[in-house]
């Protein structure tokens, strides 16, 4: 149980502290978007600092990632968000049915495949990446979304939460649904479903994010510039013969977006999703 402060001094102090831990948090934030509104030359003079110059500041990087000479930065968002939406996506479906069933059946091997499930989150996908490379070389998936998506889609992580969740979930409402003639489908997805959805929530946003930030694996299978996504797409501005670090940090700004809104829209799920699915009961 929360212990709440007993005095005003205490809740200004309080509230004092987490005053200091966001402006913490933020300042990063703060020191990307106003080097997003500086051109390039103050950049490589001074680099990112918290230097607010009124005269220098303008919207001209923004303005150049929409305009047709930076079309491939569009191209790269486009890609993003397709890969992400379709990865989170898919991955929430497959994976809650996998713990799911590892929660709710009893059936021969059932534990030994839930000690698979905790060797492979273990495991460092570093391992893996080249026999998974020649997979989807033989599986003719590189330079494809498929070749992104599909080996990481039913991920153990999302297994382990759901299946944790799912454990503490009462089974009245399966043996109801099976009396009302519900097939065990339809007991999935009209009953036990709905009361995962924090849990649901919780996992959306880990892993919309891992799929948005993810890097290696992407760089690995995708070869031609209009099949990248928004973090290799961005690196490629980072050349020997040239640093666009202007439109390298507007780009990075504008990268954050699709993720605020996800936490938005998922928030209040996350703290109670992450809470009960950690334990069993």
Do not use: H
Not at 205 to 225: G, R, Y
């Amino acid at each position: 149980m929360a212990v709440k402060p007993s005095s005003p001094w205490e809740r200004l102090l309080l509230f004092l502290l987490f005053l200091v831990l966001a402006a913490l948090a933020l300042f990063p934030f703060y020191c990307l978007v106003l080097g997003s509104l500086k051109p390039s030359k103050e950049l490589l003079r001074l680099g990112l600092n918290v230097r607010l110059q009124p005269e220098l500041l303008s919207f001209d990087n923004y303005q150049f990632l929409f305009s047709e000479s930076a079309r491939k930065y569009l191209l790269w968002y486009r890609n993003s968000v397709v890969v992400t939406v379709v990865y989170t996506a898919g991955c929430l479906l497959l994976s809650s049915m996998v713990g799911y069933g590892l929660a709710v059946y009893r059936f021969f091997g059932r534990n030994l495949i839930f000690v698979a499930v905790l060797f492979v989150m273990m495991v460092p996908v570093e391992i893996i990446m080249l026999p998974l490379y020649k997979l989807m070389i033989n599986l003719r998936m590189i330079d494809t979304f498929r070749g992104i998506i599909l080996p990481f889609i039913v991920a153990p992580l999302p297994i382990f939460f759901f299946r944790q969740y799912a454990s503490g979930l009462p089974k009245d409402f399966l043996d109801a649904g099976r009396i009302d003639g519900c097939s065990e489908y339809g007991i999935f997805f009209r009953i036990m479903l709905p009361l995962m959805a924090p849990a649901f929530g919780a996992m959306a946003i880990l892993q919309a994010l891992a799929s948005w930030n993810s890097f290696v694996w992407p760089m690995i299978v995708l070869k031609t510039n209009e099949m990248l996504t928004l973090p290799i797409g961005l690196a490629s501005l980072l050349t020997p013969y040239g640093n666009n670090y202007d439109i390298l940090i507007a780009g990075s700004v504008l990268a954050i977006v699709p993720i605020l809104i996800i936490f938005v829209f998922f928030q209040r799920y996350f703290v109670s999703g992450l809470t009960v699915g950690g334990v069993k009961g």
